[in-house]
């Protein structure tokens, strides 16, 4: 299950000890250095961030420590994402110690909603999500994935 984070995810888009301001903060974070890194313009940054914004209004994909938000938006080339740890909240008063923010194709369902799954198995299972609040580095995180 873990596996398919692992190979989305790479080692940059692992933040240990990541915290912010807000939910909005969070996800901007997570996602804006990823999607320029795999060539989507920066004017367009803020209208992914944006729909994913607009899903997380729909309902919330926060539940517990955990955070999937997510959204499918045009001209993607593939699954973007990007993992925060905090064991302390991700944001003042949250209880969100991990945040796995991202987007994929609009025309990927069926992969989007794979991820997902897969992401949600895996950050749902307590030992791993432990483990992973416990890891000193992306690459530990990734051994784990």
Not at 10 to 23: C, P, Q
Not at 35 to 49: F, H, K, Q
Not at 61 to 81: D, F, K, N, Q, V
Request: glycine share 8%; proline share 6%; hydrophobic share 45%.
């Amino acid at each position: 299950m873990a596996t398919m984070l692992a190979t989305t995810l790479d080692r940059d888009a692992i933040r240990i000890g990541y915290a912010t301001v807000d939910f909005e903060s969070a996800v901007r974070g997570l996602l804006a250095h990823e999607l320029i890194a795999r060539g989507v313009s920066p004017n367009r940054v803020d209208v992914i961030v944006g729909a994913v914004q607009k899903r997380e209004e729909t309902g919330s994909t926060c539940s517990g420590p955990i955070a999937l938000p997510h959204a499918r938006c045009e001209m993607l080339p593939g699954i973007i994402a990007g993992l925060g740890i905090n064991p302390n909240g991700i944001w003042p008063d949250a209880e969100t110690r991990v945040m796995l923010a991202f987007v994929s194709p609009v025309d990927a369902a069926g992969e989007h909603l794979r991820f997902l799954s897969s992401a949600a198995k895996a950050l749902r299972d307590p030992n791993l999500r432990s483990q992973i609040l416990e890891a000193r580095t992306a690459d530990d995180v990734l051994a784990l994935l």
